[in-house]
């Protein structure tokens, strides 16, 4: 068994999994004798540690029967005498057993809400809670990735597992980073995504996407010459100060079905070039799928589409298609959660939730720091700040306004900061919203309504 060198730790852990893989080979029967002819003097297992897994390489010549090696059964098998840890068995110009180094947490992966605030940069998206590394350590971390890293991607997924939502997220927090430009297909006629037509930044694409194609693909061709009259290399560069003209904006294209896409005559052929130079001057596609089939999801299309993210799919024939390995036919298929492969990482992650309020917080962000009330909200409000409490039913009653607009209304002042959250009794039942002092200075601050007027007690 040869191991080659990393961290200590690492390399220990890399000789337990191979001596475990070891002996579970040679018990169970599939290894030939040491001194038969084919023998080649090479070990059975070499182990191959990297950061978070080791790869052990197994030689072919020693094994019976290499079909039995790469079978889901033998990976199931192998990752429970792995004490539980994740096991992939590829079969790729040599075999390969990909095995984690730390068991895959009991902890289970809970849907927790979106929060825009964990926002590193601009360009950071939200891929979900990961659940990893030691029992001990108990770790469990917010993933967020750059879309600059991650390029161009591909997601793909049974219908109603999140793909959807997951780009709902991506979105809003492309638009509270206000530094790409979003470009919006939902092959639905915008059903999905027309709720953002209005926002700065973002185009909603309600009929064909090709003529958008061509606009990114001639805006593409664009940016490589400014790059080549500039005489850098890519748009980060550029952008750094080496470029003499004004910054370029990223570009996101989000296509959220891409089978109806491409049933649009021409739409493969510039997607593809997009996907593959497009990167390199800032346009990023992003393309989701509910048919990950390779007729959809063609060689041609996937090859640069570096970074791919499986929800739950029923096969393995449907993970390998999105991701080129198995592994989303096994994950839990509850909503959100995923398999992210980026790099030469694999990363199970259960996406955040994206709600409604979720959603209005990128729309209510753009609205300027001077927000007035309208005479119909002072009434509200005037009402709320004397009880203290902003209670849909009360205020209804006291106002006559719909609970539907109510509930707007409170929506919006709580993300502004006027209301608190919804209160809880300690039975867990709903007492409604406070009111913050902001909106008691606010009302104070109205024209034509002088301070004394309200109620403080
Ligand atoms: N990350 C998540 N956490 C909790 N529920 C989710 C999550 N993602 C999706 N859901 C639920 O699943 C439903 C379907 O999600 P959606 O994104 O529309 O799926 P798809 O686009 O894959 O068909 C949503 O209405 C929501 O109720
Ligand atoms: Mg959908």
């Known amino acids: 068994m040869g191991v080659n060198h990393t ?51 197994v030689n072919p010549l020693r094994i019976k029967n290499i079909d039995h090696l790469t079978s889901r059964r033998f990976e199931h098998h192998l990752a429970t005498i792995m004490q539980g840890r994740r096991v992939v068995v590829t079969n790729h110009r040599g075999i390969f057993v990909q095995v984690a180094y730390w068991p895959e947490p009991h902890r289970e992966l809970v849907a927790r809400p979106l929060d825009l605030n964990e926002q590193k940069t601009p360009l950071h998206v939200p891929i979900g809670m990961t659940a990893r590394g030691a029992p001990s350590t108990s770790l469990r971390a917010e993933l967020w990735l750059s879309l600059a890293e991650m390029d161009a991607v591909l997601i793909g997924g049974a219908r109603r597992l999140g793909k959807t939502n997951l780009l709902h997220g991506w979105i809003a927090a492309l638009l509270q980073g206000k530094e790409a430009r979003v470009v919006l297909f939902d092959g639905k006629g915008g059903v999905e995504f027309n709720r953002y037509s209005e926002q700065a930044r973002c185009k909603v694409v309600t009929d064909k996407l090709a003529p958008v194609l061509g606009e990114l693909f001639a805006e593409m061709n664009r940016r490589f010459d400014i790059l080549k009259v500039a005489k850098v290399a890519n748009l980060a560069e550029y952008n750094d100060g080496r470029g003499a003209g004004e910054r370029i904006e990223r570009i996101v294209l989000i296509v959220d079905e891409l089978a109806y896409a491409l049933q649009e005559p021409g739409v493969e052929d510039v997607l593809v070039d997009l996907i593959a130079r497009g990167g390199a001057v800032g346009i990023h596609p992003v393309l989701a799928t509910q048919r990950p089939s390779s007729d959809v999801i063609t060689p041609r299309l996937k090859g640069n589409l570096v970074t791919r993210i499986a929800l739950p799919v029923p ?38 939730r994206v709600d409604g309020e979720q959603l ?82 606010l009302l104070a601050s109205e024209p034509g309504k002088p301070a004394n007027e309200v109620n403080l007690a």
């Open 7 to 57: 961290t200590t730790l690492e390399r220990q852990m890399a000789q337990h999994i191979a001596q475990l893989a070891f002996q579970h080979l040679t018990r169970s029967n599939l290894v030939r004798e040491q001194n038969q002819p084919m023998e080649d003097g090479s070990p059975l297992i070499y182990a191959w540690p990297l950061d978070e897994r080791v790869v052990l390489i």
């Open 315 to 352: 096969s393995r024939a449907d993970s390998m298609v999105i991701l080129d390995r198995a592994g989303a036919e096994s994950i839990a298929k509850t909503p959100g959660r995923l398999l992210i492969a980026h790099g030469a990482r694999l990363i199970e992650a259960q996406a955040f």
């Open 360 to 441: 209005a917080v990128s729309n209510e962000k753009q609205l300027p720091a001077s927000t007035r009330l309208s005479a119909r909200e002072q009434r509200i409000a005037q009402i709320a700040v004397e009880r203290g409490w902003f209670k849909i039913r009360d205020v209804h009653e006291a106002t006559g306004e719909s609970p539907n607009y109510l509930v707007d209304v409170a929506r919006k002042w709580q993300l502004l900061g006027w209301l608190t959250p919804v209160q809880r009794n300690e039975r867990g039942h709903q007492l409604g919203r406070r009111v913050t002092p902001e909106l008691i200075a």
